[in-house]
């Protein structure tokens, strides 16, 4: 038996991780949050968006994410060491064993782990809750990720066996036993995962299908609890008394501010009214910028946005159609006039960051580097596809008898300005009709999620590795979150990448990793269920007076650490 004491160092490839202290220069008193200096000990942290839930195995966007970490703690935790490198450290659990085919791990909660009610945090809790996470009547969202490393979890998600045969079980009050199909060296980073931390039992039985929805039915373990939910607005959060590292919560007060359009969150940066915020404006970068009051970083991020066809819609069946529109705009031309640049065009969907072993993909990955480009080559004429694909359909061939409705992800107005540019841009090359249809990013996402749109924007941002079958898996029919139920990607060519997506996720070897990454992108770029357009950047900025505040993109923060500084 190996005993293994946090913290252990969480293994990535990503580079240009900054952890950042305050840097004097600004008097935490001018303006915002900072007046009264650092004694109030209270930071406004910007969301773009408001949760939908916080019920933990539930939460699927950015937004439920972030606002849910500060509430909930898992069994590890993740965190920046002084060279800027992520590392797992503890958690709900002080420390784990682990057997020597590293297939059992047992895991030692903290002693004096308690919920924000001050009742034991117990192994009975843990068993619980990954149970919740695997339970077919409650259909988390996020519970694929760990369905190929625990023992029987796919067979319980699947409701082929009783949750009581999940691969984990309380040895004893504080020790929880895990059980996987095979060694797995991700296993770990995922435990730091949202709908892998920790809930009452007794709370959320008592709560029902009412727990995360309100302020009255949340409760967790982690260094804060949620004091106040306006909706669509703002979460206010305080310290958790019964926090077990309650000395490393320096913060009285956190609060989520919901500012989604660029102009409203500038203004809001250029009063000091937001200690800490994303932006990536060009209109707005220099101006916030030039005050000096705010330290800037900028980091690529394991994330790419792509446009989603429904291939049940009798326009969007056929495969020559799906793929004109997605060689029908100039990637390029979208980033520099909609964006000014500030992404980056996609032609793959395996973001430049991307590692095959110690290798960039972007280095090994070879013509599925730019994938799109390949296939361009072979269709040079986007329009005669898209003829060539309404005939085969039944649709005639007269472009201008084609409409197609494109459902967006939000109604910001970047969003709006994106969505004419994409309407005159196909309709221009292609002369379809695209109709334009505003939604609210969480009404996009349900409609989305059953299946009732025909062209939508989505997106997706791994938020722990930099293995490319973190994307790749996606699209595979069964499992996939953009898989057969929301995409109905069907035939022979969706059986065959369904083949490598699955294979890919069971075995750890670099060389048959790399051949089955170039055997499987090429069949989803080309067949076009899904289309890539952008990769991200995360562009952050966090005021002078603020210390301990780490960036990167694989981590959620929590708050511990964080505090004000004085002059």
């Keep these: 038996m190996k005993k293994k004491l946090l913290s252990l160092l969480l293994v990535t490839a990503m580079t240009g991780a900054v952890a950042l202290t305050g840097c004097g220069g600004k008097d935490a008193g001018e303006g915002g949050s900072g007046e009264g200096g650092a004694g109030d000990q209270e930071v406004i942290f910007q969301l773009t968006a408001d949760a939908a839930t916080l019920d933990t195995i539930q939460t699927s966007t950015m937004a439920d994410q972030r606002s849910a970490a500060p509430i909930y703690e898992g069994l590890l935790r993740r965190q920046l060491d002084d060279e800027g490198n992520l590392i797992l450290v503890p958690g709900a659990a002080e420390s784990y064993d682990v057997n020597d085919d590293e297939t059992v ?62 691969g984990i079980k309380a040895v004893d009050e504080k020790t929880v036993e895990v059980t996987l199909t095979s060694p797995n060296p991700n296993f770990l980073t995922v435990l730091t995962f949202p709908f892998a931390r920790i809930v009452s039992k007794e709370f ?111 326009q969007l069946n056929n495969w020559k159609i799906r793929l004109a529109l997605a060689l029908g705009f100039d990637r390029e031309k979208y980033n520099d006039e909609v964006f000014d640049g500030k992404y980056i065009p996609a ?159 069971q075995i750890f070897d670099p060389d048959r990793l790399l051949e089955l990454y170039k055997l499987a992108e090429p069949l989803v770029l080309e067949e076009a269920p899904v289309t890539p357009v952008y990769f991200t950047k995360q562009r952050t900025l966090i005021a002078n007076n603020i210390e301990g505040y780490q960036v990167h993109p694989f981590l959620l923060q929590d708050f511990v650490g964080v505090k004000k500084t004085a002059e």
């Excluded at 609890?225 to 669509?232: A, E, H, I, P, R």
């Excluded at 590795?465 to 929301?486: A, H, I, S, V």
Aim: aromatic letters at 12%.
């Design 105 to 166: 791990y047992t895991f030692h909660l903290q002693p004096e782990g308690k919920f924000s009610d001050g009742t034991p945090v117990t192994a009975d809790d843990v068993v619980y809750s990954w149970r919740r996470a695997f339970d077919p009547d409650l259909a988390s969202p996020q519970s694929w990720q760990l369905q190929d490393m625990v023992l029987n979890a796919k067979e319980c998600f699947e409701g082929e066996k009783p949750l009581e045969e999940l």
């Design 347 to 505: 032609y793959s969907f395996l973001p430049p960051i991307s590692t095959v072993g110690d290798e960039l993909w972007t280095d090994v990955g070879g013509d599925s580097v730019d994938g799109l480009k390949t296939i361009a080559e072979k269709y040079p004429d986007p329009k005669a596809l898209l003829i060539e694909g309404m005939k085969e359909a039944g649709l005639g061939e007269d472009p201008s008898a084609l409409t197609i409705k494109y459902t967006t992800l939000g109604t910001t107005e970047i969003v709006k300005k994106s969505a004419e540019w994409m309407k005159q841009e196909l309709e221009s090359n292609l002369g379809i009709n695209l109709s334009i249809e505003l939604t609210e990013w969480n009404v996009a996402y349900d409609l989305i999620d059953a299946s009732d749109y025909e062209m939508a924007f989505g997106g997706w941002n791994v938020d722990s590795g930099t293995e490319p079958m973190r994307f790749l898996k996606l699209f595979e029919q069964t499992e996939g979150y953009y898989g057969g139920e929301k995409v109905h990607w069907t035939g022979e060519k969706s059986e065959e990448y369904s083949k490598y997506a699955i294979e890919m996720q």
């Design 204 to 314: 959320v039985e008592s709560k029902g299908n009412k727990f995360g929805s309100s302020v009255d039915d949340i409760m967790g373990s982690g260094p804060f609890k949620l004091v106040q939910w306006d909706t669509g607005s703002s979460m206010v959060f305080e310290p958790n008394e019964n926090y077990w590292d309650k000395e490393n919560v320096h913060l009285k007060k956190l609060t989520l501010q919901v500012v989604a359009e660029a102009s409203t969150l500038a203004q809001a940066l250029m009063g000091k009214e937001i200690d800490i915020a994303e932006l990536n404006d060009t209109d707005w970068n220099d101006q916030v910028d030039a005050l000096g009051y705010y330290e800037v970083t900028e980091v690529p991020q394991m994330s790419t946005y792509f446009f989603v066809f429904n291939c049940d819609k009798p």
